[in-house]
């Protein structure tokens, strides 16, 4: 018993020093999810492959929880992180639909890259918000890689390398004085990547209880997904991610100059004829 007793206190004691020391760190501070049909949690998306789960989300874990001034809640709704390596560089749509369809709930999500390594997962008590909780137990889901909250998952502490896109269905809040990061949230789809080191744009849509995403010539590599519910007001539940690489559709200025290109190989060829 004097045995067991000792240890314990060691072990409060040990947790003590960490709970104190504001350098104290923890690796893979988030877990990921396994992906449906026996994917796992790091799948390889291949070529014209798709990837899907359904995932029992909470009402407000991504944004719009007034007990974290409105900020994203890294392990609410049992912890909504998912990776995934992209073979080749492909068009990529990224979408979340109710199971059911009148499902009362405002869905979000945000889109990282970590290049070619698979995310790590962080680490944790890097950074306190306004909020009073320490990341990533709430964290900023939406700012630019650098921004308060992110340092967490990027740097020293994490290989995240940029933010390419956020999507809200709830609403906004835009006076950063109110949130828990001190970030801006806006209703819809955003790109708000750096540069084009990662992808081509992304566009879709992000409204009622659905959010559709399509991001152009994403590059082959790692890629981290974060879901979540964005209005308090609704019910948690269940919802499809369903991520596809599509085959690319060339622009209307490019089908063009393919076709141009067509005719006049076409017509070379028939003045060979004819010569």
């Known amino acids: 018993m004097k045995t067991t007793t000792r240890h314990l206190k060691q072990l409060l004691g040990a947790l003590s020093l960490l709970a104190l020391s504001g350098t104290a760190l923890a690796a893979d501070a988030v877990e990921f999810q396994n ?45 909504p992180w998912y990776t995934f390596q992209l073979a080749t560089t492909s ?42 909780w320490g990341d990533p137990h709430s964290f900023n889901a939406v700012g630019q890689i650098g921004d308060f909250g992110t340092a967490w998952m990027s740097g020293a502490n994490g290989n995240i390398q940029q933010t390419l896109a956020y999507a809200v269905t709830g609403p906004s809040h835009l006076d950063p004085s109110t949130t828990g990061w001190g970030e801006v949230i806006i209703s819809g789809v955003n790109d708000i990547s750096i540069d084009n080191s990662f992808e081509q744009g992304v566009t879709g849509s992000a409204s009622g209880n659905q959010v559709h995403l399509r991001v152009s010539q994403l590059q082959a590599g790692w890629y981290t997904l974060f879901i979540g519910g964005t209005d308090n007001t609704k019910s948690s539940t269940d919802y499809t991610l369903a991520v596809q690489s599509v085959t690319a559709v060339p622009e209307p200025a490019s089908l063009g100059l393919m076709l141009a290109g067509m005719g006049l190989l076409a017509l070379r060829r028939s003045r060979r004829k004819q010569d």
Request: hydrophobic share 40%; net charge negative; charged share 10%.
């Open 35 to 79: 992906w449906g049909n026996g994917a796992g949690n790091t799948p390889l998306l291949a070529a014209g492959g798709s990837l899907s789960v359904v995932k029992n989300l909470a009402k407000s874990g991504y944004a719009d929880n007034p007990g974290l001034m409105y900020s994203a809640w890294a392990h609410a709704g049992g912890s």
């Open 91 to 132: 068009d990529v749509t990224i979408d979340l639909t109710p199971v059911l369809g009148s499902a009362n709930f405002a869905p979000g999500l945000t889109l990282w890259a970590s290049g070619a390594s698979k995310f790590d997962g962080g680490s944790e008590g890097i950074e306190t918000g306004n909020n009073g």
